[in-house]
T-cell receptor
Framework: AQSVTQLDSQVPVFEEAPVELRCNYS??????LFWYVQYPNQGLQLLLK??????LVKGINGFEAEFNKSQTSFHLRKPSVHISDTAEYFC????????????FGQGTRLTINP | GAVVSQHPSRVICKSGTSVKIECRSL??????MFWYRQFPKQSLMLMAT?????????EQGVEKDKFLINHASLTLSTLTVTSAHPEDSSFYIC????????????FGQGTRLTVV
């Protein structure tokens, strides 16, 4: 069975500083990996996804993530954050075929301080 | 991208009553939709898979008689929380994947249910 662990429940960062949100997964089969962002009382918006191919994936809003199979990690990074990046971030792995059933990590609350 | 709409966004109901939440795919057909539940400050947990024209598939530990799912058309799935109790208060989110694009799930805006 698949599982996802987000190592940090909260990450405070100053504006314009770089940030990394950590995600580790476990699965006995090949998976698809995703990062979603959730703003207060809203649904989820896809930031980026890894399906196959290049291990460095670029997403929206300047985010990128690197798939590391040997370390079973899929960490999310941004070189310079903005106040508007304050949100909850979820790492997810597909549970079934494609992107339909998802298993989510616990979430990381990213807080950007001025 | 594809759009999934959920209604209502917020609902408050009295304990013992039933509440229906709708999930619609606005610009694509979805033979399968998914319902998730999110407790405060926690992650999303898959509750069930809604299948158009057939019975829903529930995850382990989810009461199918309490959370009734109906997927009557290719663009609409409904989740009915029956005989709601305060412990059912949560954020419910649906998702759907266009049939031809199976590599991204699109989520609704979510429904905040408060049972008083």
């Amino acid at each position: 069975a698949q599982s996802v662990t987000q190592l940090d429940s909260q990450v405070p960062v100053f504006e314009e500083a770089p940030v990394e949100l950590r995600c580790n997964y476990s699965s006995s089969v090949s998976v698809y990996l995703f990062w979603y962002v959730q703003y207060p009382n809203q649904g989820l918006q896809l930031l980026l996804k890894y399906l196959s191919g290049s291990t460095l994936v670029k997403g929206i809003n300047g985010f990128e993530a690197e798939f590391n199979k040997s370390q079973t990690s899929f960490h999310l990074r941004k070189p310079s954050v903005h106040i508007s990046d304050t949100a909850e971030y979820f790492c997810a792995v597909s549970k079934g075929q494609g992107a339909q059933k998802l298993v989510f990590g616990q979430g990381t609350r990213l807080t950007i301080n001025p | 991208g594809a759009v999934v709409s959920q209604h209502p966004s917020r609902v408050i109901c009295k304990s013992g009553t039933s509440v229906k939440i709708e999930c619609r795919s606005l610009d694509f057909q979805a033979t399968t939709m998914f319902w998730y539940r999110q407790f405060p400050k926690q992650s999303l947990m898959l509750m069930a898979t809604s299948n158009e024209g057939s019975k829903a598939t529930y995850e382990q530990g989810v009461e199918k008689d309490k959370f009734l799912i109906n997927h009557a058309s290719l663009t609409l799935s409904t989740l009915t929380v029956t005989s709601a109790h305060p412990e059912d208060s949560s954020f419910y989110i649906c998702s759907a994947t266009p049939g031809t694009v199976n590599t991204e799930a699109f989520f609704g805006q979510g429904t905040r249910l408060t049972v008083v």
